[in-house]
């Protein structure tokens, strides 16, 4: 999973995923920003799941 990459480059890589799901690059259509970060979720398992934790408690300001 990356344990040996640094915390930046994780923290890139969600962001630009959520990026790509959030244009609608990844899929047919655009999708809110609530949609992205539950694919995120479900995909926990690809990134680091401390992180998705931390994110978690932050997006629920969002709502």
């Known amino acids: ?9 994780k923290l890139l890589s969600i962001s630009h995923y959520f990026e790509l799901l959030l244009g609608g690059e990844l899929s ?14 479900q995909e926990k398992g690809k990134f680091d799941p401390a992180l998705i934790e931390a994110l978690k408690s932050s997006f629920i300001y969002l709502a």
């Open 1 to 9: 999973m990356g344990t040996d990459m640094p915390f930046l480059a």
């Open 28 to 41: 047919i259509r655009e999708r809110s920003y609530k949609e992205c970060f539950h694919k995120i979720v």
